[in-house]
């Protein structure tokens, strides 16, 4: 796709994969609107940090307010739906908050698209919905299964998405990622829960090291997205975007401490574990509809991302609490 003058609205924009995003449709020439949530203090999440920041419009807003949304979407003819709640842990002590955001905020983004006659909306999925893998690699084919209410949020986001192709004609795709992982990821995913420890000292604390994930760097994943809005035949289809590699989480302790050149110790902490039937024991991505059908592959592996996210926080380290466990 051409993206010189493309009018985008990225919701979520000032998390970590929205404000990617939105940074790549900058460089690319879009004409980029953020709807970042509301905050009294006037932030705009990552964007405040972002070298792009002047060259995009600001919305600050909620996407469960239905008025705000519609507002934001205005001419946009590419929509990247990416506002959520995301927090696992923290699904299990507010899960209502999660169907609000995850399935009205959904809602709203959708109803304003067939209103507004958008060109392609862009719904963001997890492997989450999954739950334990039943077969792997993991195909869109496979069976959803909500093991938290985080997935059971977003499962009925991706039904509603569903429901409103079927029902309407609303041009959507849903893009499915894996574990996404790189610079500006909050401490509530693995990843720089590992590397901030690693840097602050030698205990690691986590929760259950046995279950395997499927981690793709967040370029892969911004990549995948592109291609989702690009190609014509992507419209009412899912697609997962994943490395179609496993790793066990104490293996990935390992390797992250031999790349920064650290011994360190596991420790277990039980607020840490999630309840046992709750608990996603392997995620694995079949990535070959992205490959065929979008023409993309991930371009940076594991090791670079690590090498990448690494650098990053090490000199971010001041934006953690190494000692904290983030729910």
Known sequence: MNWQGKRVLVTGAGGFIGSHLAERLVVLGA??????????DGSWGWLDQSPHRTQ????AG?????????????DAEVVFHLAALVAIPYSYQSPLSFIRTNVE????????ARQLGVQRVIHTSTSEVYGTAQFVPISEKHPLHAQSPYA?????ADKAVEAFHLSFGVPVVTIRPFNTFGPRQSARAVVPTIITQCLAGTQIRLGNVDPTRDLNYVANTVDGFLQAAA??????????????REIRIGDLVELVAKMMGRSV????????????????????ADNTL????????????????????????????DRYRPGTYAV
């Open 56 to 59: 995009i419009e600001v919305v």
């Open 105 to 112: 905020g959904t809602l709203n983004v959708l109803q304003a």
């Open 31 to 40: 004409k980029v609107r953020a709807l970042v949530h509301y905050r009294a």
């Open 152 to 156: 059971a949020s977003k499962i009925g």
């Open 62 to 74: 909620d996407i469960c307010d239905r008025d705000t949304v519609a507002m934001a979407m205005g």
């Open 231 to 244: 190609v014509p035949e992507a419209v009412g289809r899912t697609v997962n975007l994943g490395s179609g």
């Open 290 to 317: 992205a490959k065929e059908l979008l023409g993309w592959k991930p371009a940076v592996s594991l090791e670079e991302g690590l090498g990448l996210t690494v650098e990053w926080i090490r000199k971010h380290l």
């Open 265 to 284: 110790e596991i420790v277990t902490e039980d607020a840490r574990v999630r309840p046992a039937t709750s608990e996603v024991d392997r995620l694995l």
